[in-house]
């Protein structure tokens, strides 16, 4: 496939607002490739260059990109950093200097996607002593035989910032348009998704093997499987009445949530976070642990790992075992906040799958393989029959220290990917606010007044993730709860991810100073849920939507463990409007 073609489609992409016309625009694309072609379009889509947990970045920062552009097109990087002060964004930066070359094209062939993105994988590739060099000379290489709209995608990619709207709900759809003729098999390719979390490999099965290939899709270790998800409910009778009158309680810990892969034979281990970045060389202490204490060839685990005083038996707070969370100084970190693993649930044992199979026997296996004495334990966990039993369980938990409680359908699934009620959180509830926090994805930014000045922002506007239609809506600003210091960094972090307008997944009404890019997720408390004529959060016609009253940052920054897909969605705000009502008409 041309790359020629796939940026004309890439264009369309970008200048529609509709999400059903995308899914045609990409549909159509996407039924053009080859079985060959059609991971790496896939990946170019997406504007990675594999699966998060591979970890891959392509590394051209914006000043070698300028570089690029002047030296293919012939012009000086004066003249290129000055178009790209007027347009805002290399990518058009490029396409109007190409436009405007001085040099003859490298070559009068096209590109095609393949070749496209095979030099990002040698660019992303090369390290070492003059790598950035050698990485210049090789987008160079690929926009002086580019036309001047691939070089606008050539360039956005290489940034990370392709930026064409279409989350990985969409592409789904897509793909199952294209392949099946109606969007219908979305559900099957997301559940094969949510076992391999990688589009690509997805779309390959796809095109090869067609829907059979999808169904035999199985759990295969060292691909991270996307985590199961819990729904909210304010009441121990409610959670008992929900679960059939009987159900697992278990500790809610508020660390870092981890998955944990482990070859015997081989030796080896990979940790996984939540949003599916690989941990492995952050935690070695979890690693070694794994081989040691896990009793089989193969297994993939799930718990979470949290900073723990084994002499007081006190939970540490988030904020301190998030500092594990590292690249540098891992070693003299972990001496300084050892943590222990608290495993709930496993998934894959010796070559079986365990996800079809039901908690209590999911729970009851990973208890046989473990000891559970050592760096490895279990959550804790009671088996509930009465509102009395599970209320008693959560004020035990809140005493120590953690965040709450999980219930959990002894006869349910795991369920990857999905937030389903065989999953059911308690936390704490405080006086006057909301039951629960609020993870939101940062959508735009205002300017600072006043002492917020200097600091360049001085509120954020922020939204949920609505699921059903794959886009973020506006709920709230938000410019309470920061330190100087938040505000210092995140003015400084926000400029980065600045756009020239509104991006093609955010449906709102009222416009920041400054749109941004919807990757950054901050966790606030309001004291209530309200209606809002002003946001489209769950806005349906000429209906209000729902709105934050009085929200305040309550994360340290940036949530780097969520990814703006984590966020909580429009269907989680709906749902604890619903249940705020219900407890003030009880009250």
């Known amino acids: 496939m041309f790359f020629d073609e796939v940026s004309a489609y890439y264009e369309k992409l970008e200048n529609t607002s509709s999400r059903l016309s ?69 990518g058009h930066t490029a396409e109007e200097l190409i436009r405007k070359g001085r040099l003859k094209p490298l070559s009068k062939k096209h590109l095609e996607i393949n070749h496209v993105f095979d030099s990002m994988k040698k660019i992303a590739g090369t390290s070492g002593a003059g790598s950035q060099d050698a ?16 070089a606008r995608y050539i360039i956005r990619f290489a940034l990370g910032k392709l930026r ?40 390959y099965i796809l095109s090869e093997k067609g829907m059979k290939g999808i169904a035999d899709l199985k ?30 309680i278990e500790s809610k810990y508020d660390g870092l949530r981890a998955q944990v892969h482990i070859d015997r034979k081989k030796g080896r281990v990979r940790i996984f976070s939540r949003n599916l970045e690989d941990l492995t060389g952050m935690f070695p202490d979890i690693a070694q642990a794994a081989l040691a204490e896990v009793n089989a060839k193969e297994a993939i685990i799930e718990g979470e790992a949290i ?25 003299a970190k972990s001496q300084e906040i050892p943590i222990h693993l608290f495993s709930f649930d496993l998934m894959y044992l ?4 365990y996800l079809g199979k039901p908690y209590e026997e999911r729970r009851k296996k990973l208890e046989s393989i473990i000891n559970g004495d050592g760096f490895i334990r279990f959550s804790d966990k009671i088996i509930a029959t009465t509102p009395k039993q599970i209320d008693k369980y959560f004020e035990d938990a809140i005493e120590s220290g953690l965040e709450g409680i999980v219930a959990k359908d002894l006869l349910a699934p795991y369920i990857a990917g999905a937030r389903k009620f065989s999953w059911i959180k308690l936390k704490r509830s405080y006086k006057g606010e909301l039951s629960d926090t609020i993870d939101l994805v940062i959508l735009g930014y205002y300017r600072g007044k006043g002492q917020r000045t200097e600091f360049g922002l001085g509120g954020l506007l922020g939204g949920v993730y609505n699921e059903k239609k794959d886009v973020f809506e506006t709920i709230s600003k938000i410019g309470t709860g920061f330190s100087e210091k938040q505000m210092q960094d995140l003015g400084n972090l926000l400029k980065k991810s600045k756009l020239p307008k509104k991006p093609a997944r955010v449906e709102a009404l009222i416009e920041p100073d400054f749109w941004v890019e919807p990757e950054y997720v901050i966790t606030v408390r309001a004291d ?34 969520k990814s703006a897909d984590d966020a909580t969605t429009t269907k989680e705000i709906i749902e604890m409007f619903d249940q705020q009502k219900k407890i003030k008409v009880d009250g």
């Open 164 to 203: 064409l709207g279409a989350g990985d709900a969409t592409i789904l759809e897509s793909l199952s348009k294209a392949y099946t003729g109606d969007r219908k098999a979305k559900a099957e390719l997301e559940n094969a998704y949510n076992i391999c979390s990688d589009l690509g490999k997805v779309g």
């Open 219 to 248: 759990v295969s270790i060292f691909e991270p499987i996307r985590p199961a998800l819990a729904e909210r409910m304010p009441t121990a009778e409610q959670i008992l009445e929900k679960m059939g009158g009987r159900c697992a």
């Open 350 to 353: 010796d070559g079986e799958d």
């Open 307 to 331: 900073s723990y005083d084994e002499v007081t038996g006190e939970f540490r707070p988030f904020q301190e075992t998030i500092q594990r969370k590292r690249k540098h100084g891992i070693e």
């Open 22 to 90: 995308m899914v045609d625009i990409l549909s159509a694309l996407l039924s053009k490739a080859r079985p060959d072609e059609i991971k790496n379009l896939i990946y170019f889509t997406q504007g990675v260059m594999a699966p998060p947990f591979e970890g891959v970045q392509i590394g051209i920062a914006e000043k070698f990109a300028e570089n690029a552009i002047a030296i293919a097109s012939g012009h000086s990087k004066g003249e290129a950093i000055a178009i790209f002060r007027k347009t805002g964004d290399l």
């Open 528 to 561: 209530e849920i309200t209606r809002s004529p002003m946001h489209t959060c769950g806005k349906n016609g000429d209906d209000p939507g729902y709105a934050l009253r009085f929200p305040r940052l309550v994360s340290d920054g940036i949530r780097e463990d």
């Open 135 to 150: 990485k210049i000379g090789a987008l160079v290489e690929l926009l002086a035989s580019a036309s001047p709209l691939e």
